[in-house]
């Protein structure tokens, strides 16, 4: 029995992507916020009161075969009052376009604002990041955006 390609790709995309979801949710117990930002651009991250989160962002204005997906690892600064700060690494692929298709080395750094001194479950989020693309050029993304954080009761 042959293979298709797409096929390999497909399923080791469901992996990836099944094994990031169970690593958020191992390290994440109490937070998991869901954001969305301009250019229809969808994230999923972890807990950012930790100093190290995680985010997940799909690049969604795009064909299935260039689908861009992106991991982000955090650190967080000290949550203020009204504000937080966070600068971190990732990596941006598509996976349905190949094996390996690295599109980018991303430093992301993000700007949470809370705009409801007691209700910090929303947020709307301000972030710059320099994407080192693989033809060996440099641009820089900015996106705005709205994030939710399902909380536990406390």
Same mark, same amino acid.
């Given at each position: @029995? ?11 995309? =469901? ?9 958020? %949710? ?10 969305? #930002? ?17 985010? @997940?962002?799909?690049? !969604? +204005? ?5 689908? *861009?997906?992106? /991991?982000? !690892?955090? #650190? ?9 700060? %966070?600068?971190?690494?990732?990596? +941006? ?9 690295? +599109?980018?080395?991303?430093?992301? !750094? %993000?700007?949470?604002?809370? *705009?409801?001194?007691?209700? =910090?479950?929303? !947020?709307?989020? /301000?972030?710059?990041? *320099? ?10 993304? %900015? /996106? ?11």
């Amino acid at each position: @029995m042959i293979l298709n390609k797409n096929v390999i790709q497909r399923n080791y995309f =469901k992996y990836i992507v099944f094994l990031t979801l169970f690593s958020i %949710s191992n390290n994440t117990s109490a937070q998991l916020a869901v954001t969305g #930002y301009s250019s229809y651009v969808f994230g999923i991250n972890t807990e950012k009161t930790k100093k190290i989160s995680f985010e @997940m962002k799909i690049f !969604a +204005n795009n064909y299935i075969d260039n689908l *861009p997906i992106e /991991l982000n !690892a955090f #650190y967080n600064f000290k949550t203020k009052e009204y504000h937080r700060f %966070s600068i971190g690494i990732g990596l +941006n692929v598509s996976p349905f376009r190949g094996f390996d298709e690295v +599109n980018a080395i991303v430093v992301p !750094a %993000s700007l949470e604002i809370f *705009p409801i001194k007691d209700f =910090k479950r929303i !947020a709307v989020v /301000l972030e710059l990041t *320099p994407e080192f693309r693989v033809e060996d050029d440099v641009t820089i993304r %900015s /996106l705005l955006g709205i994030r939710y954080t399902f909380d536990q009761k406390r």
